[in-house]
């Protein structure tokens, strides 16, 4: 099983979530904040191309299911209102939510395995955001 490339197609889909939220209300401001001004609504269905997404936006972050099964929770950073970075929660949604990887790995393997990319310097502790219950990570290719 290659981690990486479930971080890459993971982050895909928070990308995908930010073009079809662009896409579909003409923004050009990060979602959350077309959210805080009235733009976009708390809750919704949107379609785009084969996809069907559900999304909740919740204090900093959205939560995000494609297609009635691949679940994606992301935050946004502060004061920058972008998206950098996964918590390895998050994470563990996402692969328990996609059938091919759902089986492969539990969450302490997810962290020993975070944890060796840091080692390895292939994933980094994100220094702008600070979180109470787990760190924010990103790739460093």
Not at 87 to 92: K, S, T, V
Not at 105 to 119: A, G, S, W
Request: glycine letters at 6%.
């Amino acid at each position: 099983m290659n981690i990486i490339r479930i971080i890459e197609e993971y982050e895909s889909f928070v990308k995908l979530s930010f073009d079809i939220f662009k896409t579909k209300f003409s923004i050009d401001e990060p979602p959350l904040v077309a959210h805080r001004k009235g733009i976009i609504p708390k809750t919704g269905t949107l379609l785009y191309a084969e996809y069907k997404l559900d999304y909740i936006f919740h204090g900093m972050g959205c939560f995000c299911v494609y297609n009635n099964s691949i679940e994606i929770n992301f935050d946004y950073r502060l004061k920058w209102f972008d998206y950098k970075g996964f918590e390895a929660g998050n994470l563990f949604l996402f692969i328990q939510s996609v059938e091919r990887y759902k089986n492969i790995i539990n969450k302490e393997q997810l962290v020993f395995m975070l944890d060796d990319l840091v080692k390895e310097g292939l994933l980094k502790i994100n220094p702008d955001e600070i979180k109470i219950d787990g760190y924010n990570f990103y790739l460093s290719l």
